[in-house]
């Protein structure tokens, strides 16, 4: 059995089950394998590798008893995904935006940030909705799910469909002029103001460290 996307293993005596994400995030289900051997994949993002812990774990050999004569399938060239323009679950540091941006015309106000900072540019889903960004930047449920070591949320109000995408983050800082938005609550760093001041603030600062 094939178990796909997983994002923690609960172990108990006597049993494992596996949580994956259904409806978009919108809903963990707990799936356990039925009899045999169950193969999983991970969905990436879901573990940091710096907490992983190495094991060693029990190799059983087998040898399957196969006639040649009764396979029918004939192989097929391999499946090769198509490549990303850009990648950002190989970023350390990922300036992302949303709606509290307000229009395409100010992108390029975060786009400033990220260049200072040496950062990728990322987006909710309504701004890559909007055709404002590409969906190649989309973090969340729907788009990539990402680990970096900064995580900047600018306008973003905090949906549960971008969270779990941006939650392996080792330090977020949310930047948002509502201080009700879900955002702050996982939030390392929190600026409460509007983007518009504080962002301009930022890539000046930004540019002075940098010399």
């Given at each position: ?7 923690q ?26 009899g045999?051997?169950t193969f ?18 029990e ?24 490549t ?11 300036v ?27 987006a ?18 729907s788009?990539q799910?990402?680990?970096p ?25 949310a930047?948002?002029?509502?201080p ?13 103001g ?17 010399g």
């Open positions: 059995m094939l178990i796909s996307d997983v994002t293993v609960k172990a108990a005596p006597g049993t494992v089950s596996f949580v994956r994400q259904l409806f978009q995030g919108k809903l963990n289900a707990d799936v356990s394998g039925q045999g051997v999983m994949s991970v969905q990436a993002g879901s573990y940091r590798a710096d907490q992983m812990v190495a094991a060693p774990a190799v059983q050999v087998v040898t399957p008893a196969l006639d040649a004569s009764a396979i029918r399938q004939k192989p097929e060239a391999p499946f090769r995904e198509s990303r323009a850009v990648d950002l679950t190989a970023a350390d540091i990922i992302s935006v949303g709606r509290g941006i307000k229009e395409k015309d100010n992108i390029h106000l975060v786009e400033e940030l990220a260049a200072a900072m040496g950062a990728e540019l990322a909710s889903r309504p701004i890559c909705d909007n055709g404002w960004l590409p969906m190649e930047r989309q973090v969340g449920s788009g799910t990402v680990s070591k900064v995580y900047m949320a600018i306008g973003i109000s905090g949906a549960i469909q971008h969270l779990v995408g941006m939650k392996g983050a080792k330090t977020i800082v930047i948002n002029k509502d009700n938005a879900p955002i702050f609550e996982v939030a390392d760093y929190g600026i409460c509007d983007l518009f001041e504080v962002v301009p603030a930022l890539i000046e600062e930004v540019k002075k460290a940098r």
